[in-house]
Nanobody, 127 residues
Framework: VQLQASGGGLVQPGGSLRLSCAAS????????RGWFRQAPGREREWVSGIRGSGGTTYYADSVKGRFAMSTDNAKNTVYLTMNSLKPEDTAVYYC?????????????????????WGQGTQVTVSS
């Protein structure tokens, strides 16, 4: 089981980026999946997630309305589209997945409940 994240880079404030996370050896849509990020000197924090059982996509308040998480089943890839980027969005972004399909929201937000992680991709928002 592997997750391969990509798409990070340097972008000016107000700009956009789309991160990708391709899965191999398992069907991503059946898994609960999430995006996390870690800024320098800070703990890793949850950004967004969706249960493997489907339904609502959830977002941290800090990104709500600016970020969108989606899944392309044909490509077995999950995306994080980030708009109106701010300097405080600068971080290494990680995708993660767990085979637990029915999970309560508090656990969806908790990195300790995820079994599989991508390698991280750096996003830097700076002028």
């Amino acid at each position: 089981v592997q997750l391969q994240a990509s798409g990070g880079g340097l972008v000016q404030p107000g700009g956009s980026l789309r991160l990708s996370c391709a899965a191999s050896e398992f069907t991503l849509d059946y898994y609960t999946r999430g995006w996390f990020r870690q800024a320098p000197g800070r703990e890793r924090e949850w950004v967004s997630g969706i249960r493997g059982s489907g339904g609502t996509t959830y977002y941290a308040d800090s990104v709500k309305g600016r970020f969108a998480m989606s899944t392309d089943n044909a490509k077995n890839t999950v995306y994080l589209t980030m708009n109106s980027l701010k300097p405080e969005d600068t971080a290494v972004y990680y995708c993660a997945a767990t085979s637990v399909r029915h999970i309560i929201l508090s656990r969806l937000r908790d990195e300790s409940n995820y079994d599989y992680w991508g390698q991280g991709t750096q996003v830097t928002v700076s002028s």
